[in-house]
C-alpha cells in the first residue's frame, strides 16, 4: 500500500482542489490511497461519498483507491490529525481564536475510538507537544512536502523522524497537497495488501516514510489564495516576501542535498499485540 497520508481540498479555506480532482491526480500518481483531511473539519463526507460511487461504479472496493476521510485539527500545541471520527470535533467543541483545546480533541477522539496522528509536529517552533500529548498520540507524521523552506525550519521533519524512532511510534508521510501538483510526492507505503489495510490499526504494519521537498511557491499560492478569499489584501506583499526567500532556501537545499531530509527517510517495524 502506498498511501500519500496528507492531501489537502477545498474544504480547507487555503486549497481550491475538488474531490474528483484529488482522486484522479492519486490515480496519476499510482498511489493505493490517500487520506483527504481539511483544516479542522471532515466535512463533504457525503459528496465525497456519492463521487466515488459514480467514478468507481461497479469496479471491486478492493481495486479502487482507498480514500480515507479525516480532519487536521489546530490546537496550541499543533496540529492533530484525526481518523475514525464518528461525530465531527467540529459538531462537538468549539473553537477558541485560532485552535480547539489540545486536551479536549483528544479526549473526544479517544471517546470515539479514533486513531490521533501528530502532524508536522515541529513545523512552529512556538508551538510543540507536550510530553503528555505524545503519551496520547497513535502516529507521527515523520515528513511533511510543506515544512521547510516558507517557515525556515529546516529540521522539523528530521526531528519528527527522532521523535518516532524515540517512541517507537507508527508512521505516516505526506505531500500537505493543497495543489494537484504536490499529490503523491511524499508517501508512506504498508507492508499489507488493500483488504487488508486498516488505518485505526497502524501499529500493525511494517512501513517506510518516504519524503520529496515541495517547492514553497506551493505553500505560498495557497495563503495568497486565503487571504484572497477573506479579502485580506494586505496580507498578501508578505506572502511574496517568503516566496522569495523559501525559493533561496530551496535552491541551497540542492546545492547542499546533505542538509535536508529526503527520500525513504525512515522504517517502521510492525508490533505485536503483546508489545503495543
Avoid at 501499529?203 to 514553497?216: D, I, K, V
Avoid at 506551493?218 to 495568497?224: G, H
Wanted: glycine share 6%.
Amino acid at each position: 500500500m502506498k498511501i500519500d497520508f496528507h492531501v489537502h481540498s477545498a474544504y480547507s479555506e487555503d486549497s481550491f482542489q475538488k474531490f474528483d480532482e484529488i482522486i484522479q491526480q492519486a490515480e496519476l500518481r499510482g498511489l493505493d490511497g490517500i487520506v483527504i483531511l481539511d483544516h479542522n473539519t471532515i466535512e463533504g463526507r457525503d459528496v465525497l461519498s456519492q463521487y466515488l460511487d459514480r467514478h468507481y461504479g461497479e469496479i471491486p472496493v478492493d481495486e479502487r483507491l482507498l480514500v480515507i476521510r479525516a480532519g487536521e485539527y489546530s490546537t496550541e500545541e499543533g496540529h492533530l490529525v484525526v481518523i475514525g471520527l464518528k461525530t465531527p470535533i467540529e459538531d462537538v467543541l468549539s473553537l477558541s481564536g485560532k485552535w480547539y483545546a489540545c486536551k479536549d480533541v483528544v479526549t473526544e477522539a479517544k471517546r470515539q475510538g479514533a486513531t490521533i496522528i501528530l502532524a508536522h509536529p515541529y513545523r512552529w517552533k512556538k508551538r510543540l507537544p507536550s510530553q503528555w500529548l505524545l503519551e496520547q498520540i497513535d502516529a507521527v507524521e515523520v515528513f511533511n512536502g510543506r515544512t521547510c523552506f516558507v517557515k525556515g525550519n529546516w529540521s522539523a521533519n528530521e526531528r519528527a523522524v527522532e521523535l518516532a524512532k524515540k517512541m517507537n511510534l507508527p508512521i505516516v508521510a505526506g505531500s500537505d497537497a493543497h495543489l494537484p501538483r504536490e499529490i503523491g510526492r511524499s508517501y508512506v507505503t504498508f507492508d499489507c495488501e488493500r483488504e487488508a489495510f486498516d488505518p485505526q490499526r497502524l501499529w500493525r504494519y511494517n512501513s517506510e516514510a518516504h519524503g520529496h521537498l515541495g517547492h514553497p511557491i506551493y505553500e505560498v499560492i495557497s495563503q495568497i489564495y486565503k487571504f484572497s478569499v477573506k479579502k485580506q489584501y494586505g496580507s498578501i506583499p508578505k506572502q511574496l516576501v517568503k516566496a522569495v526567500y523559501g525559493s533561496l532556501v530551496y535552491l541551497y537545499a540542492h546545492i547542499v542535498p546533505s542538509k535536508f531530509l529526503r527520500g525513504k527517510v525512515m522504517v517502521y517495524h510492525a508490533a505485536d499485540e503483546e508489545h503495543r
